[in-house]
């Protein structure tokens, strides 16, 4: 049965309740491991040439800021020529758009963050192109063209009748739509689909892979619009495809990272798991820890991450997780809690100890604000005061993050309870805790939904995560021997211990470390 949800102005989907119930001696075993990713529109990041659009040297400038923030890998959102600010309609595949610098700014961008030993993920959107790409301009001209049949099209009424928003007529140079065949777009009259049917398209698409992997040294790719590859109904094809993609791939580079939006059920996700993605986007998993953030009591997270986790291992039993708490295409987590720092700190502390590849959408650390339309959730990154910068983007004006709303990075960094500060904590003790990074994962059974509690572990080390989602104090019965934990981190000085049970403060976060 699906649960509909709103939460703030986001449509949030996910399996309620979980069938899986959890019980005190099951334990997941160890993962492989695993990333702090970093998502970054780079328009909207750090300009380095004054003409107040992010491009691509200014993300290089501000590789140590990630570094020290304890960023592993890069995913960039994309960076090819395109008539749209957002860039999702590709009109050429082997080159940078001018706003954003040259490919060899690009290559200095990979090798900077080699150094750095993070990886970069190119965001690839290959479902369509933009319509001014050559590709399309040449099928546009007529059944005779060469490239006509790398798109698909129909002059059957019976198909516009059954999809009316996704064929479109070609239109003249005043845009007035032209009579004859149609050609398909799944989500705009100016994205068409390629067809892959098309062996040439097909061909197309690894030597695209081959120049990103081989020529610039990428270490893999974030594909976009996966399920759309083929039609919604055809998954298997789109399956089979992603297969092939991996396959072409590996030639080039054997531990390419191939992450995919595949935005549906655990059961929708685990087919792509098997032979061709590296890790999906967990967007059942967001959805209930963003619901749990905004009820402020658990909506079945771990049990969620569980039953996910039971589909995956039926395809693959060394699946890797992508796990977010909102991106370019959601509002800000911060918008949906309320500009509330402390319960910031409580989503990130989710993020950050529950197993799989964390992604942190740029300026989350910061705690930025917006919701759609999604030009206020892509805004400029705050690097200071407006005009106290000369790298601070203004490609457009602040509607829900400038000074105002949001404090800037430079006063973060002089305030060390803020927001940044916890992110970087935390993300440091992730980075250095074998447990915490790629440890067993153990629930801590107690009836309180107001408190997630669960152990990570590896070898004779055993960590403890206790998180009050609440405002309210919390009481959970004590864990076993809990005087033997170390503290790693907490948000408040002590916590409360006595008559077999523990008392939480609200909103606070607690990671204790236990060695056997």
């Not at 759309?228 to 791939?249: D, G, L, S, T």
């Not at 009591?297 to 986790?309: E, V």
């Not at 106290?388 to 993050?401: F, N």
Request: net charge neutral; glycine share 6%.
């Amino acid at each position: 049965m699906l649960k509909i949800c709103t939460v703030g102005t986001s449509l949030l989907i996910l399996l309620f309740p979980p069938s899986h119930t959890l019980i005190s001696q099951e334990m997941v075993p160890p993962t492989p491991p695993t990333r702090v990713f970093y998502s970054v529109f780079v328009q909207s990041f750090y300009d380095s040439n004054g003409d107040g659009i992010g491009d691509i040297p200014g993300l290089t400038s501000k590789l140590d800021y990630l570094k020290e923030l304890g960023v592993q890998g890069l995913w960039l959102l994309p960076v090819h020529p395109s008539p749209s600010y957002h860039k999702y309609d590709v009109s050429d595949y082997y080159s940078i758009h001018p706003d954003y610098g040259t490919l060899n700014d690009y290559k200095d961008l990979v090798k900077e963050a080699h150094k750095r030993n993070m990886v970069v993920l190119l965001d690839l959107v290959i479902n369509h192109t933009s319509n001014r790409i050559k590709w399309f301009q040449e099928a546009s001209k007529g059944p005779s063209s060469q490239y006509r049949d790398y798109y698909i099209w129909s002059d059957h009424t019976a198909d516009f009748k059954a999809e009316p928003f996704h064929w479109h007529a070609i239109r003249d140079s005043n845009g007035k739509p032209l009579p004859g065949s149609k050609y398909y777009g799944f989500f705009w009259w100016e994205m068409p689909d390629l067809n892959f049917e098309n062996q040439q398209v097909r061909q197309e698409i690894f030597n695209i892979a081959s120049f990103w992997l081989k020529d610039i040294g990428v270490d893999g790719f974030r594909l976009d619009a996966a399920k759309y590859i083929y039609p919604e109904n055809q998954p298997e094809k789109n399956v089979q495809w992603w297969n092939k993609f991996r396959q072409e791939a590996q030639k080039i580079k054997k531990d390419v990272i191939i992450v995919g939006e595949v935005w549906g059920s655990a059961k929708e996700i685990a087919p792509y798991l098997k032979n061709g993605m590296t890790a999906c986007f967990n967007f059942q998993l967001a959805d209930s820890i963003r619901i749990s953030l905004h009820e402020e009591k658990d909506h079945y997270i771990l049990q969620t991450w569980w039953q996910i986790r039971d589909t995956y291992v039926k395809q693959n039993q060394a699946f890797e997780d992508a796990i977010f708490l909102s991106n370019h295409d959601i509002n800000r987590i911060m918008t949906d809690i309320g500009n509330k720092t402390d319960k910031a700190k409580v989503a990130a502390s989710l993020l950050l100890s529950l197993p799989g590849n964390p992604f942190i959408y740029y300026g989350e650390e910061i705690g930025m604000l917006g919701e759609k339309p999604d030009e206020y959730i892509r805004e400029p990154f705050l690097w200071n005061m407006e005009g106290e910068d000369k790298g601070q983007t203004h490609w457009e004006i602040p509607y829900a993050s400038s000074s105002q709303t949001v404090k800037p990075l430079k006063y973060q960094l002089e305030d060390p309870k803020s927001l940044y500060h916890f992110y970087q904590e935390l993300i440091s003790l992730r980075n250095n805790s074998v447990p915490l990074n790629r440890g067993y994962f153990q629930p801590f059974i107690q009836d309180n939904r107001k408190v997630i509690a669960f152990y990570r572990g590896f070898d004779r080390e055993k960590v403890l995560v206790m998180i009050n989602l609440s405002k309210d104090i919390q009481r959970i019965p004590s864990p076993e021997r809990i005087n033997d934990y170390q503290r790693l981190l907490g948000t408040h000085e002590v916590f409360k211990s006595g008559g077999g049970a523990i008392f939480l403060q609200p909103y606070s976060i607690f990671i204790l470390k236990r060695i056997y």
